[in-house]
Nanobody, 126 residues
Framework: QVQLVESGGGLGQAGGSLRLSCAASGRTFSNYDMGWFRQAPGKEREFVAG????????SYADSVKGRFTISRDNLKNTAYLQMNSLQPEDTAVYYC???????????????????WGQGIQVTVSS
């Protein structure tokens, strides 16, 4: 299985930027589609962004489209989430996840992701 560790979270200001990283180990990183999800207090975990194993296809939640960018470096076994124009509503615990199944697109469904990181807090102040 693959192990995932997030880093780069913390406190940001509204209108500012943060970049999250997700370091993978244990299996061939390029065999997995990668996704970022987030969970705010009292809310369900929701899809944020996904990227296919080759990096050629990306998908985003409407709430972050145009502000967040997902990317990956298969040589470094790392996925990234660049978050710009932060809003207080972006405050949540962010999780990266890996999807082993091959279907040609980056799934937005939590159930498609078998492996999860421990999560990292992002707090955006107004």
């Amino acid at each position: 299985q693959v192990q995932l560790v997030e880093s780069g979270g913390g406190l940001g200001q509204a209108g500012g930027s943060l970049r999250l990283s997700c370091a993978a180990s244990g299996r061939t990183f390029s065999n997995y589609d990668m996704g970022w999800f987030r969970q705010a207090p009292g809310k369900e975990r929701e899809f944020v962004a996904g990227i296919t194993r080759s990096g050629t296809m990306r998908s985003y939640a409407d709430s972050v489209k145009g502000r967040f960018t997902i990317s990956r470096d298969n040589l470094k076994n790392t996925a990234y989430l660049q978050m710009n124009s932060l809003q207080p509503e972006d405050t949540a615990v962010y999780y990266c996840a890996a999807d082993r199944s091959y279907d040609g697109y980056a799934s937005a469904a939590k159930s498609d992701y078998a492996y999860w990181g421990q999560g990292i807090q992002v707090t955006v102040s107004s």
